[in-house]
């Protein structure tokens, strides 16, 4: 019978309080931004005063090759993803056999070596891109 009370307690003291955060937490609207909306205004105003186009339909060559530069880093995520998978799944169907999953182990070490190699690049071309070609103009 006591342990019957308790489960009944339990039940009804996590029902509580799985429903108690749902109502303390207000619905409001955000405020508007006030930080970045405003200094990219104050951006484009200024560039537009110094000869600069400013039109944001227009893709510059910074855009472009950001543009290009991400969609790269993100294919060689997704195929150090499918390596990892395929090597996972080669390792685990080895059954025993050394030769399958010192193969398997090489893939995993191939994939997350071009990961290092393919972040480095990433990040490297974030530096430059904001170092030289943001700030040099």
Do not use: C, H
Not at 9 to 22: C, D, E, K, M, T
Not at 32 to 41: E, Q, R
Not at 47 to 69: F, L, R
Request: aromatic letters at 10%; zero cysteines.
């Amino acid at each position: 019978m006591k342990k019957e009370i308790k489960s009944i307690l339990y039940f009804l003291a996590l029902s509580v309080f799985s429903i108690l955060p749902g109502l303390a937490l207000a619905q409001t609207t955000p405020p508007p931004p006030a930080g970045p909306s405003k200094i990219m205004d104050k951006l484009t105003t200024v560039a537009g005063e110094g000869g600069y186009q400013t039109d944001a339909s227009i893709a510059s060559t910074p855009k472009i090759i950001g543009t290009v530069v991400g969609a790269f880093v993100g294919f060689l995520g997704i195929t150090f993803l499918i390596l990892i998978i395929i090597a996972g799944y080669n390792w685990m169907t080895a059954n025993g056999n050394e030769e399958s999953i010192k193969k398997a182990k090489s893939t995993i070490k191939q994939a997350i070596i071009g990961l290092v190699v393919a972040i480095s690049a990433y990040s490297l071309w974030g530096f430059i891109f904001k170092r030289f070609i943001l700030l040099g103009n």
